[in-house]
């Protein structure tokens, strides 16, 4: 660690461990409950396990990235944090913002639309969080002693990330709107801005790790992320076929959807030769085996079985089952939840001064936490062609339905367990870290 305040970025990890565990157990609440065993169901019912679990991981792959940032930007910028203080301010508001929602859900307090539930006099509670956010990080970039494309794309992405929430709070009573604008947020969101902060926070990966040229790694990932990013926007399309929107989205969405997984391809390729020419061997294995898993594992999740649905001949079926979570389980978990977890193992030692990246702990959670979801993805997939086919195909009724495929859940639990197995020994090897040390190295 070069400069004190980024200290800062470890207590948005410990927030980040902390918000994803509580993540897990609602899954395992939804995963009961799909094999028929719903006992909590008048405390935590479905739609309320459901919200807390997608707005926890939304959250802390959020205070993921903000925690990445927090690290980085100094770095980048070669000075201290403005204002370390508000920093600290910043992270408890936005606990405190999670916290009153996630008691709102279960209270029936919620706006019922997926992703975005969060009722909306929290929404600019949201908003005026990340405006200090963007202030923190914004200043300490223009104040800086060097402006680095890293720095730069990272703060764009997050600027744009915060910017593109707004569309999600626009009034309207008519459905198709709602779902229109719906989508600016979530898909603009994972397959277009969040692309930014991915590619940057890469690049910072690759230039400390590998040990080839800044300038080489910027240029081609920059390239090949601003090809993900411009086949997002109008990817849009692949969520405007059958939602009462004009009919050229088929064919806008068909093409540009089916572009996505290309570029998702491409960065993959290119981050795994980066790693391959530098033949540096990194002082931090996990950390690079992480890396090099968000890169495969985006593709894999968000790339290919993405485009698994992405078409509208299939998309007319598939549209909202379980094919659905088999894409957003690997999709998440391969590009944004590896990244975070990659550069939470690149810093901890650097932040406490303590070696534990290479321990066998880590070596292990790396393992079972990677095998244990790509079951849970087979699983999910399952479950999701058994639905699609009796559903949609035979036209049996849908609770009919989910009744024939809860014995694939026997399955999901089974698989989720040895991932959380993982992520427990994660956590486990993050709590030995310690905090952080006083002193810069
Ligand atoms: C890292 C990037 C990605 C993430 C995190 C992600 C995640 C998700 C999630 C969570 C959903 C469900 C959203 C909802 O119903 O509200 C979804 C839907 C969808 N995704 Fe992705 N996705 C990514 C990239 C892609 C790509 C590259 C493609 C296309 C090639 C794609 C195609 C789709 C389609 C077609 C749907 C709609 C499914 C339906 O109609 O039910 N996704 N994605
Ligand atoms: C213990 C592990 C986990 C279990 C048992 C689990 C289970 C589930 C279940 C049962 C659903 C609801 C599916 C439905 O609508 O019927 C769900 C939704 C979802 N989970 Fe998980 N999950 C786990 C971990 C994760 C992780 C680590 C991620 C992200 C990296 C994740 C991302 C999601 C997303 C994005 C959705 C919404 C999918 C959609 O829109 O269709 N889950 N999960
Ligand atoms: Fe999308």
């Not at 930007?73 to 203080?85: G, Q, S, T, Y």
């Not at 956010?133 to 915060?162: D, E, H, Q």
């Not at 089916?258 to 998702?264: D, H, K, Q, S």
């Amino acid at each position: 660690m070069k400069y004190q305040t980024q200290k800062i970025a470890y207590w948005f990890f410990a927030t980040c461990m902390l918000l994803f565990s509580l993540q897990l157990v609602y899954g395992f609440i939804m995963g009961f409950a799909h094999m028929g065993f719903d006992g909590l169901h008048n405390i935590i019912p479905f739609n309320a396990a459901r919200a807390t679990h997608t707005n926890l991981l939304v959250v802390w792959l959020l205070t993921g990235f903000m925690g990445a940032a927090y690290y980085i930007i100094p770095e980048e910028a070669d000075r201290e944090l403005i204002h370390p203080k508000l920093a600290y301010v910043q992270l408890g508001a936005l606990v405190a913002v999670g916290v009153v929602a996630i008691i709102g859900f279960h209270m029936n307090w919620w706006e019922g639309r997926k992703f975005l539930e969060i009722p909306r006099p929290l929404d600019y509670l949201v908003v005026a969080d990340v405006l200090l956010f963007i202030y923190l990080i914004g200043g300490t970039i223009w104040k800086g002693k060097r402006y680095t494309t890293t720095s730069m794309v990272l703060f764009l992405g997050l600027l744009m990330a915060a910017l593109l929430y707004l569309p999600g709070m626009i009034n309207t009573d008519h459905q198709t709107l709602d779902s229109y604008w719906r989508w600016w947020v979530v898909h603009l969101w994972v397959e277009g801005v969040w692309e930014l902060i991915m590619g940057a926070i890469m690049s910072f990966l690759l230039i400390k790790m590998t040990g080839v040229d800044r300038e080489v790694i910027e240029k081609w990932l920059y390239i090949i992320v601003g090809f993900t990013f411009l086949s997002g926007i109008l990817g849009t399309g692949h969520h405007y076929y059958y939602i009462g929107t004009p009919r050229y989205w088929l064919l806008v969405g068909g093409l540009f959807g089916a572009l996505e997984p290309l570029a998702f391809l491409g960065f993959a390729i290119y981050a795994v030769a980066m790693a391959r020419k530098g033949g540096k061997n990194p002082d931090n294995k996990m950390a690079m085996a992480w890396t090099m898993a968000t890169a495969i594992l985006s593709f894999v999740g968000a790339g290919f079985l993405g485009f698994a649905h992405t078409l509208p001949q299939v998309n007319l079926y598939t549209h909202g089952t379980l094919v659905t979570a088999m894409h957003g389980h690997l999709a998440f978990w391969g590009a944004y939840a590896c990244l975070v977890l990659a550069l939470i193992a690149y810093a901890m030692p650097k932040l406490t001064g303590r070696n534990l990246q290479d321990s066998r702990m880590n070596v292990f959670a790396f393992w079972t936490s990677n095998i244990g979801m790509i079951a849970m993805t087979l699983a999910f997939g399952v479950a999701g062609i058994a639905q699609v086919y009796l559903e949609r195909k035979l036209g049996m009724d849908f609770l009919t339905v989910q009744k024939e495929v809860e014995v694939h859940f026997l399955g999901l639990v089974l698989a989720a367990s040895l991932f959380s197995v993982g992520i427990v020994a994660y956590v486990w090897n993050f709590i030995r870290f310690g905090k952080p040390a006083g002193e810069v190295k």
